[in-house]
């Protein structure tokens, strides 16, 4: 009688990088953490960073408004909204390879496009299209979710070095493009700028990105790490970690509308103070090359507080620490507005760079720690739209009350407030418990394939 047949365990798939260096191993996790670093430098930051200082050559050379730029932006990032609610199971089933190589590849011939408009439907068509598709397909929301599948305790640390990409940005982008513009005019500028993403997202992204760790015969953070007595953070994420929430579920809980409310409020200023920040600095008698540099600062305090707030949030509640992110933030706004001098200016926009730097890291770290990390993006994408939309607000609001009044002063002021309240939200929103007919599971790694003669 024939013996029975063992059951057949899948083989992990190869990685194409090694996981071992001078003898000492490599969590290949890390190696998603550089990618995401880059691509997010070249999407996110460049997105961020690069506009405000197009917005006066533009203007000048077309005769457009300020306004007429905003809703250039605000109609890219309503777009957005809509685009995360496709990709966001995608990201969960398939993993971010695909998406950031065709995202990078539409992102570049966007940038290389806007280069070449002469109407305002044209520099719509694009920003609401090519670039906005490009973006949200290599943006924050894919990469932090990528990044999060590969670590549960370190994720604090991993989703900062990740969002150093944009303080990267900050701090090169505004000055390189300041020159760019000067030596080539702004035409050219945005060509080689589309070129560059080409160039160092698309090779690495195609070679590095893998979907999660247990795909390969891994586990997240390298390794299963004992929480140490006490570590209530921890507990609280195992605890979550292996909930599989449905878009129906996650939309019953307070906590999903909550942090919504909340993230809106705080990318309503964000967005609108990254676009209209160097034109403010320009209109107050600073030139072009000192408001760009002024700008850096975010950059600067970005590099060196995310790792911090990573830190933080591995410690604490991660409400507690969006809390203080927003106190800092409306802060930051107060002491620009106040600001006398050019070093008054820089220690301003320096302050209110930390807060910044705390806006992806503990935002992302804030919904894994809420709803886990298998259906991370299926979550995410439900309250894209809604805080994509309070955010495109702002941009608008930002050029209206200028186009008006003559001033941002009346904006600025608008965005102090919101920030105050978003503290107040995130501060009251709890975590939400798994419904009685949510799926839980714990993933394991794919065992090893066997050694030949094993």
Do not use: C, H
């Given at each position: 009688?024939?013996?029975?047949?063992?059951?057949?365990?899948?083989?992990?798939?190869?990685?194409?990088?090694?996981?071992?260096?001078?003898?000492?191993?490599?969590?290949?996790?890390?190696?998603?953490?550089?990618?995401?670093?880059?691509?997010?430098?070249?999407?996110?930051?460049?997105q961020a960073y690069g506009l405000g200082v197009f917005v006066t050559p533009m203007t000048e050379e077309l005769g457009w408004s300020r306004t007429d730029i905003s809703l250039g932006q605000t109609l890219s990032t309503a777009v957005m909204g809509v685009i995360g609610l496709l990709i966001g199971g995608l990201i969960d089933r398939r993993g971010g390879r695909e998406l950031i190589?065709?995202?990078?590849?539409?992102?570049?011939?966007?940038?290389?496009?806007?280069?070449?408009?002469?109407?305002?439907?044209?520099?719509?068509?694009?920003?609401?299209?090519?670039?906005?598709?490009?973006?949200?397909?290599?943006?924050?929301?894919?990469?932090?979710?990528?990044?999060?599948?590969?670590f549960i305790r370190y994720r604090g640390r991993a989703i900062a070095i990740t969002a150093m990409g944009n303080s990267v940005a900050a701090m090169i982008l505004p000055?390189?493009?300041?020159?760019?513009?000067?030596?080539?005019?702004?035409?050219?500028?945005w060509v080689l700028i589309g070129a560059s993403i080409w160039v160092l997202v698309i090779p690495?992204?195609?070679l590095i990105m893998r979907r999660r760790p247990e795909d390969h015969g891994l586990e997240p953070d390298g390794g299963r790490v004992e929480a140490r007595?006490?570590?209530?953070?921890?507990?609280?994420?195992?605890?979550?970690?292996?909930?599989?929430?449905?878009?129906?579920?996650?939309?019953?809980?307070?906590?999903?509308?909550?942090?919504i409310a909340t993230f809106g409020l705080g990318g309503m200023g964000f967005s609108a103070m990254l676009l209209h920040l160097i034109p403010y600095l320009t209109d107050a008698g600073y030139s072009r090359g000192q408001a760009a540099a002024a700008f850096s600062m975010i950059g600067v305090a970005g590099l060196i507080s995310k790792p911090i707030w990573g830190l933080i949030v591995e410690r604490v509640a991660a409400r507690f620490a969006a809390a203080a992110e927003f106190f800092i933030l409306g802060i930051g706004v107060i002491l620009i507005l106040n600001a006398g001098s050019l070093p008054m200016m820089y220690a301003a926009i320096l302050v209110f760079g930390v807060g910044i730097g705390g806006v992806i890291t503990v935002q992302e770290v804030v919904w894994a720690d809420y709803y886990g990390r298998l259906t991370l993006g299926t979550v995410r994408s439900i309250g894209r739209p809604f805080t994509i939309v309070s955010s495109a607000g702002g941009p608008v609001f930002a050029g209206l009350a200028y186009d008006i009044g003559g001033?941002?002063?009346?904006?600025?002021?608008?965005?102090?407030?919101?920030?105050?309240?978003?503290?107040?939200?995130?501060?009251?929103t709890p975590t939400p418990r798994p419904p009685v007919d949510a799926t839980i599971e714990e993933i394991r790694p794919i065992a090893p394939a066997a050694a030949p003669g094993g």
């Open positions: 009688m024939a013996a029975p047949a063992e059951p057949v365990t899948p083989r992990p798939d190869r990685l194409p990088l090694p996981t071992s260096l001078f003898g000492r191993p490599v969590f290949y996790g890390w190696y998603i953490v550089a990618l995401a670093l880059v691509a997010s430098m070249m999407s996110s930051g460049v190589v065709f995202g990078a590849v539409l992102s570049g011939l966007g940038y290389m496009v806007l280069g070449q408009v002469q109407e305002l439907w044209q520099y719509y068509a694009v920003k609401a299209g090519l670039l906005t598709l490009g973006m949200a397909m290599m943006g924050s929301m894919v990469l932090n979710v990528a990044v999060s599948n590969w000055t390189l493009a300041a020159r760019l513009i000067d030596g080539f005019g702004w035409r050219t500028a690495p992204a195609w007595p006490g570590d209530a953070r921890a507990v609280q994420r195992a605890a979550v970690d292996g909930v599989r929430w449905t878009r129906r579920q996650a939309m019953r809980t307070p906590a999903l509308w909550l942090l001033s941002y002063d009346l904006a600025f002021i608008s965005f102090i407030v919101a920030y105050v309240f978003a503290a107040v939200l995130i501060l009251l």
